[in-house]
């Protein structure tokens, strides 16, 4: 489930044959030049809005913390998104207004108004433990939190970060739920995550940073030594073309 950052990073990637899709807020806050964690309520809607009407696969939104931090302002999120055409959501534990990591008591609640919600729309709700992100936290302590969110009325449960065979393996069989995997540069391939039990794979906002890096390879190139052989990897026009439906 590979995360575009944009409408034609989504009809590029729809074009590819993938059955699903999800937003990363990381590439959505650099598309609209900001960072991370920094993007509006109405910005992130907005997105979700783009994105369900320009492509006609389901769409998982990185909706963070749901922009908001009691149960009904978290329900009145998950419907605005279910609104907007989604076919999921996330909900995470960090909080960036305090850098911490709820605790697991009050994460727990906000999982279990998300749910409600999710459930009602019929919307597939991801809960997200961000201990390995922020490396706030040991495994044991987010296996308890996913076991807890599951309980909670999770869906999916997804714990950024980890990388380690025998860590991804103890998470999925704790917590007998669909597991969602971020790939990075390190972690098993995807074949080895499968027969591990992983459910879901997602890319997060690697896509886009490896596309503005090609960007940042490309003018360099050009700015040093005057070349164009970047050129050799880009897609052709017509490519290009067809993958976004011929506009």
């Not at 729309?121 to 076991?147: K, M, P, Q, S, W």
Request: with cysteine; proline share 3%; glycine share 8%.
């Amino acid at each position: 489930m590979p995360n575009p950052w944009d409408i034609g990073s989504a009809k590029i990637l729809a074009s590819m044959g993938f059955e699903a899709l999800a937003t990363t807020s990381l590439g959505h806050a650099a598309a609209l030049g900001k960072l991370d964690l920094t993007v509006t309520r109405a910005e992130l809607l907005d997105h979700v809005a783009a994105l369900t009407a320009a492509v006609d696969l389901p769409l998982n939104v990185d909706s963070q913390r749901l922009f908001a931090d009691d149960a009904a302002g978290i329900a009145e999120m998950v419907s605005e998104i279910a609104a907007r055409g989604a076919a999921g959501c996330s909900i995470e534990d960090y909080d960036p207004a305090t850098g911490l990591i709820d605790t697991v008591e009050v994460a727990v609640e906000r999982v279990a108004a998300a749910a409600e919600a999710a459930h009602r729309h019929g919307v597939v709700l991801t809960a997200r433990a961000e201990n390995h992100v922020y490396d706030l936290g040991d495994l044991d302590d987010t296996i308890r939190r996913l076991v807890a969110y599951r309980a909670a009325g999770a869906d999916v449960i997804y714990a950024p970060r980890l990388t380690e065979a025998n860590d991804i393996r103890r998470v999925v069989e704790a917590t007998d739920a669909p597991v969602n995997v971020l790939a990075v540069r390190h972690s098993p391939s995807i074949g080895e995550l499968t027969e591990m039990g992983v459910r879901r794979v997602s890319t997060g906002g690697t896509l886009a940073r490896a596309a503005y890096g090609a960007l940042v390879a490309a003018t360099n190139e050009m700015r040093v030594t005057g070349t164009s052989t970047y050129i050799d990897a880009a897609m052709t026009g017509a490519d290009l073309d067809e993958a976004l439906g011929g506009e």
